[in-house]
């Protein structure tokens, strides 16, 4: 079965500074991948995607994210982080036809 | 843009009760879907619908029934609500492919006591 990999849970960092938050996946055939952000007590919104093309996508917010597919990951990033940034992030994968599967989210948080 | 409603941001029911959390999408998507999301356990998927009249089950349908009458509507009934379903509830529609993603509504809090 499809999983999703999100290795750090909680992410805190100084604003201004760059971050990357990690997504690992497992799967053997061409899937399609989501980075989502939750701010509190909101639902997912959706950041950016890749289905195919150039590996690197660029998303709203100054975030974009870098498809490997020989690591089988998909890592978001953004080269500095603002306190509004504080939020938590997911990570999705699917396969055509297939349900969406999530990460376990991680939590960004930003200080001062 | 794709609005994803979900009717009720907080709720709170007694144990017994019979609940009914309402999902209405605005765009025709053929998909919808039922999360809860509780911390520490990401999203977890309850039921599913591709089309009107139809509904899978997901990863955790116990306790759970859904109904979906209408292309918009999709519909999570908690039969007999119980304390371990307090929850955060999201709701979330897509276009057939996916391809496109998933557009979640705000959710909806539960508190069961």
């Known amino acids: 079965a499809q999983s999703v990999t999100q290795l750090d849970s909680q992410v805190p960092v100084f604003e201004e500074a760059p971050v990357e938050l990690r997504c690992n996946y497992s799967s053997s055939v061409s899937v399609y991948l989501f980075w989502y952000v939750q701010y509190p007590n909101q639902g997912l919104q959706l950041l950016l995607k890749?289905?195919?093309?150039?590996?690197l996508v660029k998303g709203i917010n100054g975030f974009e994210a870098e498809f490997n597919k020989s690591q089988t990951s998909f890592h978001l990033r953004k080269p500095s982080v603002h306190i509004s940034d504080t939020a938590e992030y997911f990570c999705a994968v699917h396969n055509y036809g297939q349900n969406f599967v999530f990460g376990p989210g991680t939590r960004l948080s930003v200080l001062p | 843009d794709v609005k994803v409603t979900q009717s009720s941001r907080y709720l709170v029911k007694r144990t017994g009760e019979k609940v009914f959390l309402e999902c209405v999408q605005d765009m025709d998507h053929e998909n919808m879907f039922w999360y809860r999301q509780d911390p520490g356990l990401g999203l977890r998927l309850i039921y599913f619908s591709y089309d009107v009249k139809m509904k899978e089950k997901g990863d955790i349908p116990e306790g759970y029934s859904v109904s979906r009458e209408k292309k918009e509507r999709f519909s999570l009934i908690l039969e007999s609500a119980s304390t371990n379903q307090t929850s955060m509830y999201l709701c979330?529609?897509?276009?057939?492919?996916?391809?496109?993603?998933?557009?979640f509504g705000s959710g909806t809090r539960l508190t069961v006591v």
């Open positions: 979330a529609s897509s276009l057939s492919t996916k391809n496109y993603g998933y557009t």
């Open positions: 890749y289905l195919s093309g150039s590996t």
